[in-house]
């Protein structure tokens, strides 16, 4: 069993940047390969990035590659999206995601636990 905290969301500037954590409780996270998604209001959820078990292979949405990274820290059990270049198209709300699996990273189906969500705001 895996719990996720998000936090980090907020208000941010068009230009500006954010930073989502994600935090995970147990001893196995480096098991898992991770993955963020947001839901914007009448939208369905949507993929943005997903990262590996070790770290060095990363995926991302067409919409956010070039302004977001993800990253993870094992030793932490945490998960990060660094946001840059904010759009208000981003506004929506940010979950993570944890997953065994390796392949169909951009299927919400292929994870397994999910955070609560964190809001994120982008003003124009």
């Known amino acids: 069993q895996v719990q996720l905290v998000e936090s980090g969301g907020g208000l941010g500037q068009a230009g500006g940047s954010l930073r989502l954590s994600c935090a995970a409780s147990?001893?196995?996270?480096?098991?898992?390969?991770m993955g963020w998604f947001r839901q914007a209001p009448g939208k369905e959820r949507e993929f943005v990035a997903a990262i590996r078990r070790s770290g060095v292979i990363t995926y991302y949405s067409d919409s956010v590659k070039g302004r977001f990274t993800i990253s993870r820290d094992n030793a932490k059990n945490t998960v990060y999206l660094q946001m840059n270049s904010l759009k208000p198209e981003d506004t929506a709300v940010y979950y993570c995601a944890a997953r065994s699996g390796s392949s169909n990273y951009k299927f919400r189906s292929t994870y397994d636990y999910w955070g609560q969500g964190t809001q994120v705001t982008v003003s124009s």
């Open positions: 147990g001893r196995t996270f480096s098991s898992y390969s």
